[in-house]
């Protein structure tokens, strides 16, 4: 189900992969092209006025919270500049992090050798993403992950995770999709190189000042994956 909770003020959605919510002045990239683009890839007919809130990565999926008004946009975009939205995600991790809890503090900033991603710059931008590792699923040499990034830079978790030697399953961008070349079990291999998106989901998004709690399901891809390396 795409629609995980409405209000009279705002809609939460379950995004699916491949939906850019990117916003530029080009008309196709505007912010109503962009909540037009998840209306459709939810299956939802279109609803005038819906103001997107945030924004996650084209291939992540999960929780999305559009407002209904001005007046609620202005209330629900300050919960989330000042972060009093508790952002929860899960990912697939190459690797066990040392600690199995903890967090990453790299400030980040653009890498100035490729323009598309984000890396730990001495000059960059504060940054902070907790990790929890839920289950290590040693024959692929993977962590389910729960991480909870306190401020949202752009590629925040992909870009902490795979600076930490931690690169999300499927993530060709920060060094991810390769990984499974050094599994052993064929049939493991087999099933990690079937991935073709980093597997990263906003799990939940709480905003306690308003009331709201909305949570989305596991994808099926990432529920599969995990459902195949837990038998392992």
Not at 53 to 71: F, K, N
Not at 209 to 230: H, K, T
Request: charged share 30%; glycine share 8%; hydrophobic share 40%.
């Amino acid at each position: 189900m795409a629609v995980l909770f409405e209000s009279a003020d705002v809609l939460a959605l379950d995004k699916p992969p491949g939906v850019s919510l990117a916003t530029s002045s080009r008309a196709d990239k505007s912010a109503s092209a962009a909540v037009e683009r998840l209306l459709s890839s939810c299956k939802e007919a279109a609803r005038p006025g819906l103001l997107l809130v945030h924004r996650l990565d084209l291939p992540t999926t999960g929780v999305v919270l559009l407002a209904r008004s001005d007046a609620a946009h202005r209330v629900l975009s300050r919960a989330f500049q000042s972060g009093a939205a508790r952002k929860t995600y899960r990912a697939l991790a190459w690797g066990h992090p040392v600690p199995a809890r903890g967090a990453w503090r790299d400030p980040l900033g653009r890498d100035p050798r490729d323009g598309r991603k984000t890396k730990p710059r001495a000059d960059g931008k504060h940054a902070v993403t907790n990790y929890e590792t839920l289950q290590r699923l040693r024959p692929a040499g993977v962590a389910d992950l729960e991480l909870s990034p306190e401020t949202g830079r752009t590629h925040q978790i992909r870009a902490h995770a795979a600076a930490h030697g931690h690169p999300l399953v499927g993530d060709d961008l920060y060094g991810g999709a390769t990984r499974w070349h050094g599994v052993r079990d064929p049939r493991l291999r087999r099933a990690l190189s079937e991935v073709k998106r980093p597997l990263l989901h906003a799990a939940r998004v709480e905003i306690p000042e308003l009331g709201l709690d909305v949570s989305a399901p596991l994808p099926e891809d990432y529920e599969e994956i995990l459902r195949f390396l837990q038998r392992r």
